[in-house]
């Protein structure tokens, strides 16, 4: 597999040194600069680089640190390009980002270079995400999705079972958090990245559609005020409440919520897939081995649980 994404990374960097290079071959050694996440230093992409440095060994590609934050990526990105800073041949770029940048020029389509055969071996929506105005703008390197984070000790000490609702979360929260206050212990029910940004969103379309609610209908009609939407919101609202939401939750962003539940005082987290390996570094975690990993619940007039899909691109200058 990994060798699998390291071809598909070729693509993007030779796309680069041809942009940057006009089309004309290098006279020497290429060096590369690939912008990306802070927190997956020493982590796949060091591996994929170095892996691709050992086989190619005229092209060097340095991985370059972009904020933890998404928004401040975003903005630090577009400053850079629209100011002319040439130092960066491709960058991380969130599944949302796709028409920002193509549509302002600030990047090159990928059409010839990563052909419709290779584009079949990824899933069909992250190919739509990377795609605008007819044209395919950058490789997908990671798709996300929502999960329920839980804590296992927590569940077991009090006989729960993950929770398959969230009116079962709501009271296994209100159990569990009552008990630990109790005893003289800080916690609190559930957390996420609930600041008012693209993290609110993810959250609560997936409290809507968990409960047979949405949007807007196939017409394109806003549905926002659905009995469904109405009936889990409500939920919510008792959540809140009953004191179940940390009391900064409305200022989460990703990073917030994981530290939240790193502190050890939370039962339940709806975070990325990529907040259950960060657990386990103990330098940062308290509840390293203590966390389980389940689907996101579904409502009580929903079917199932829904997830948001997110994901990155690569996008080559």
């Known amino acids: 597999m990994r060798k699998r994404i390291v071809s598909i990374l070729l693509i993007v960097f030779v796309s680069a040194a041809v942009f940057a290079g006009g089309a004309q071959e290098p006279d020497g050694p290429v060096e590369l600069n690939w912008y990306a996440h802070q ?3 020493n982590n796949t992409q060091e591996q994929i680089i170095a892996e691709f440095n050992k086989d190619n060994p005229d092209i060097t590609v340095n991985l370059i640190e972009l904020p933890e934050n998404t928004n401040d990526k975003l903005q630090a990105l ?3 390009l629209r100011s002319g800073d040439d130092s960066i041949d491709f960058f991380n770029a969130d599944v949302t980002w796709t028409p920002v940048f ?14 419709p055969a290779e584009r079949g071996e990824f899933l069909p929506s992250t190919i739509d995400a ?10 997908p390197f990671r798709t996300d999705a929502g999960v329920l984070y839980y804590r296992k000790d927590l569940l077991d000490k009090y006989g729960k079972s993950v929770p398959a609702t969230w009116d079962e979360l ?14 003289g212990n800080e916690m ?23 409960n047979g609610g ?32 940390p009391p900064g939750v409305l200022s989460y962003g990703s990073g917030d919520a994981r530290a939240s539940m790193f502190q050890g005082n939370q039962v339940f987290l709806r975070a990325w897939p990529k907040a259950y390996a960060l657990s ?8 390293v081995d203590l966390l389980g990993v389940a689907e996101l619940p579904r409502g009580a007039s929903g079917t199932r649980g829904h997830s948001t899909l997110g994901g990155w691109c690569r996008f080559p200058i």
């Open 78 to 80: 577009l400053i850079a």
């Open 188 to 210: 609190y029910g559930l957390a996420g990245s609930m600041k008012q940004y693209e993290g609110l969103t993810c959250n609560a379309v997936e409290w809507l559609y968990s």
């Open 170 to 183: 709501k009271d296994t929260a209100l159990e569990i958090v009552t008990g630990e206050r109790a005893a």
């Open 39 to 41: 927190s997956t230093f």
């Open 280 to 287: 386990m570094n103990p330098d940062n975690s308290a509840v």
């Open 102 to 115: 193509a549509a302002s020029g600030l990047i090159e389509n990928l059409d010839k270079d990563f052909t």
């Open 130 to 139: 990377a795609t605008f105005d007819g044209h395919v703008w950058g490789i």
């Open 214 to 245: 949405s949007v807007l209908d196939e017409d394109g009609n806003v549905t926002i005020n659905s009995l469904e939407n109405i009936e889990i919101m409500k939920l919510i609202k008792e959540m809140t409440d009953l004191e179940l939401f």
